[in-house]
Each structure stands twice: as C-alpha cells, then as structure tokens.
C-alpha cells in the first residue's frame, strides 16, 4: 500500500482504493476530480436514456371514426418508439356505459395493432366510467 501511495505522490494524481476486502487490495491511481466528474457525466447520460417513467395518455372513444382511430395508433407507435409508457383510456360518455364491449374491441384494436412496439402492462381495466390500460415499450 505504502509503495502504492508514493507511486500515485510521484505521477501527481490520488490513489483510490477500489476492493478492500481482496487480497492484496485493489487501487487504482487516478485524477479523483477527472473520475467523480466522468461518473456525474455517466449518471445524467443514463438518467437521460430512462424514460420508462414517463407516461403519455392516449384517449379513446368507442363511438370514434377509424380516420380517428389510425391517427392515435400512429401517436401511440411513436411514443412506443422512442421509449414512452403509453397509457390508453376509452372514456365513456353518457349512455356509452351499457355497452362497454364497444370500448373493449376499441382497446383490443389499439393493443393489437402496436403488439409489435410494446406490450400490454396486467391486463384491461375498468375504472368508473373508463378502460384503462398501459403498455410498456418492449
């Protein structure tokens, strides 16, 4: 260790211990400032890159017109596509609610046709007067 530390004194740079319970322990000689500042740079790319949190809603409607449809499918790729949790709602509006089988083909239609880019998270659910449902990016 000590031969460690007058070699890291010599080169003008810190010597940083990285396994201690090894045997010998291992070091390593670096510029400490240089390291925390490449580990920061590695934390903000990855937190970057994360975007599993991010959650963007789809709302759909049984009654709605296929032109329609298409257009929030292609929405929902896209948001699949660069890496977002896609919520989807088939929201029901007055006496919609007798036929909620209209709402589930709606939400089985989307799921099917975006099966490719991401994957239905549980399974569809009802919750007051709206299906819900989240598909993960595969």
Known sequence: MDIALNMAAEAGLDLMLVSETSDPPVCKIVNFGQFKYQQRKKEKLSQKKSKGQIIKE?????KM???????RVNRGREFLEKGFKVKVSVSFRGREIIHPELGRNIM?????????????E???SQAGRSLLAFVNPK
Not at 58 to 62: A, E, I
Not at 65 to 71: A, H, L, P
Request: proline share 4%; glycine share 8%; aromatic share 8%.
């Open 65 to 71: 017109s296929e032109n329609d449809f298409n257009t």
């Open 108 to 120: 089985d239609k989307f799921v099917e046709q975006t099966k490719d880019l991401g994957l239905l």
């Open 58 to 62: 789809l709302k759909l409607s049984p």
């Open 122 to 124: 549980g399974h569809v």
